[in-house]
């Protein structure tokens, strides 16, 4: 890129998973990062993203608090970013009346309100700049009543629909807004979700660099909504003219406690 200074990139929930892959492809393909993550491993993928030239500032932050989205901010500076990357996430398996209540606010702290935060401090200095990208993770689960995931796939939905109609508000602004709804993935998302023993959580998944690379050239592109993998964009074609009880009958046989068995 010669003397030019390299772009910018913030993404979260870059510890591991789509986040780490996320953050490698924007390192390779000539972007300084900023990487935050709510664990310490943070640090450890800092270090191997500074073997690809990158300068890398990592953040042990919880984005489900709004003053840690401010920390980020303020880690950020005055300097412009030409990349958000919203990917931080949280599952929680079993039915909504047996999870504890912290952990179901937690899960729409982190999916829902921390990156709304995000996304609405950033992006409005990307529109004042006329001048940005914005990629929110969000999943097909959004197209699919969860029964014994219904907090998580609620929060999805609402980033589904959310990036559609902020792609919509800044149309002509410069910044363009693009959603990932990527399907099951091989990342510590089930074990944390506490569903490794559902049939959903025991099968095979997308590895997480394909879903990646899907994604980062849709935002590359300006492309409003991508589906990662063909089965995907199949099971969200489906669903989107299936009854919701139907779709509701369906994910309860993948997600419910012990199906991994039957």
Same mark, same amino acid.
């Given at each position: 890129?010669?003397?030019?200074?390299?772009?910018?990139?913030?993404?979260?929930?870059?510890?591991?998973?789509?986040?780490?892959?996320?953050?490698?492809?924007?390192?390779?393909?000539?972007?300084?990062?900023?990487?935050?993550?709510?664990?310490?491993?943070?640090?450890?993928?800092?270090?191997?993203?500074?073997?690809?030239?990158?300068?890398?500032?990592?953040?042990?932050?919880?984005?489900?608090?709004?003053?840690?989205?401010?920390?980020?901010?303020?880690?950020?500076?005055?300097?412009?970013?030409?990349?958000?990357?919203?990917?931080?996430?949280?599952?929680?398996?079993?039915?909504?009346?047996?999870?504890?209540?912290?952990?179901?606010?937690?899960?729409?702290?982190?999916?829902?309100?921390?990156?709304?935060?995000?996304?609405?401090?950033?992006?409005?200095?990307?529109?004042?700049?006329?001048?940005?990208?914005?990629?929110?993770?969000?999943?097909? $689960?959004?197209?699919?009543? &969860? !029964?014994? /995931?219904? *907090?998580?796939?609620?929060?999805?939905? +609402?980033?589904?629909?959310?990036?559609?109609?902020?792609?919509?508000?800044?149309?002509?602004?410069?910044?363009?807004?693009?959603?990932?709804?990527?399907?099951?993935?091989?990342?510590?998302?089930?074990?944390?979700?506490?569903?490794?023993?559902?049939?959903?959580?025991?099968?095979?998944?997308?590895?997480?660099?394909?879903?990646?690379?899907?994604?980062? $050239?849709?935002?590359?592109? &300006? !492309?409003? /909504?991508? *589906?990662?993998?063909?089965?995907?964009? +199949?099971?969200?074609?489906?669903?989107?003219?299936?009854?919701?009880?139907?779709?509701?009958?369906?994910?309860?046989?993948?997600?419910?406690?012990?199906?991994?068995?039957?």
């Amino acid at each position: 890129m010669g003397t030019k200074a390299r772009p910018l990139a913030v993404v979260t929930g870059a510890s591991s998973g789509i986040g780490f892959e996320f953050a490698k492809i924007c390192a390779s393909e000539g972007f300084n990062l900023v990487i935050v993550a709510d664990e310490p491993e943070i640090d450890t993928a800092a270090e191997q993203l500074r073997k690809d030239g990158a300068s890398v500032e990592a953040l042990n932050a919880d984005l489900a608090r709004t003053e840690e989205v401010d920390r980020l901010i303020a880690l950020v500076g005055e300097r412009p970013v030409d990349a958000l990357i919203a990917n931080a996430g949280r599952g929680l398996g079993k039915g909504f009346l047996d999870q504890e209540w912290n952990q179901v606010r937690r899960v729409i702290d982190t999916n829902v309100t921390g990156t709304l935060y995000l996304i609405h401090q950033v992006g409005r200095s990307m529109r004042e700049r006329r001048r940005g990208r914005i990629l929110i993770v969000g999943s097909i $689960a959004g197209f699919l009543p &969860g !029964t014994f /995931q219904a *907090v998580y796939n609620g929060t999805k939905a +609402l980033l589904d629909s959310f990036s559609i109609a902020l792609r919509a508000e800044l149309a002509d602004s410069g910044v363009s807004v693009t959603c990932l709804m990527p399907g099951p993935t091989e990342t510590e998302f089930f074990e944390r979700a506490d569903m490794l023993d559902t049939k959903v959580g025991s099968e095979s998944k997308q590895a997480p660099g394909e879903v990646a690379k899907v994604g980062f $050239a849709a935002m590359m592109r &300006g !492309t409003g /909504q991508v *589906v990662s993998g063909w089965q995907n964009k +199949l099971q969200a074609a489906i669903a989107h003219v299936t009854p919701a009880a139907v779709l509701a009958e369906a994910h309860k046989k993948q997600a419910a406690p012990g199906s991994a068995k039957r």
